[in-house]
């Protein structure tokens, strides 16, 4: 499988970075803080980032008219059985997806940091 994101994004790779960046990052760094903040477990932030990854794919369907997803791949690769179609219908979401946890994460380690040290200082 090559890599051409062109291909694979369908838009501009600049404007889907900085819809995602932008727009998406701070919301996952907010994501983050506020699990860390009310005590959750770092797994419950995967649900969420998921659903705010699938969000930043409507916002570029309904900013820029191309899907993110494209669903006649998506169904074409999976009628046929093509892994490799469907991974390549699924790239966009999941670079997406991998951006975000990833700010998400860095929220939420920075987050439940700060809370260890203002709890229990005699850990510092």
């Known amino acids: 499988m090559s890599l051409d ?3 694979h994004f369908q838009m501009d790779v600049i404007d889907w970075l900085a819809i995602t960046l932008l727009l998406g990052g ?3 760094f907010a994501t983050g803080r506020a699990l860390a903040s009310g005590w959750r477990s770092r797994w ?3 649900g969420y980032v998921l659903l705010l990854a ?3 794919g409507f916002l570029c369907w309904a900013l820029f008219e ?3 997803i494209s669903a006649s791949r998506l169904l074409a690769s999976l009628s046929a059985g093509d892994v490799a179609g469907l ?3 699924l790239a966009a979401y999941a670079a997406t997806a991998v951006i975000l946890i990833a ?3 860095a929220a939420f380690a920075q987050a439940r940091a ?3 040290a203002r709890q229990y200082p005699f850990l510092a």
């Open 5 to 7: 994101l062109a291909r």
């Open 87 to 89: 991974i390549s219908a």
């Open 44 to 46: 419950q932030l995967l």
């Open 114 to 116: 700060r809370q260890m």
């Open 26 to 28: 701070p919301a996952a």
């Open 54 to 56: 699938a969000f930043m």
């Open 66 to 68: 191309v899907p993110v």
């Open 103 to 105: 700010i998400a994460l």
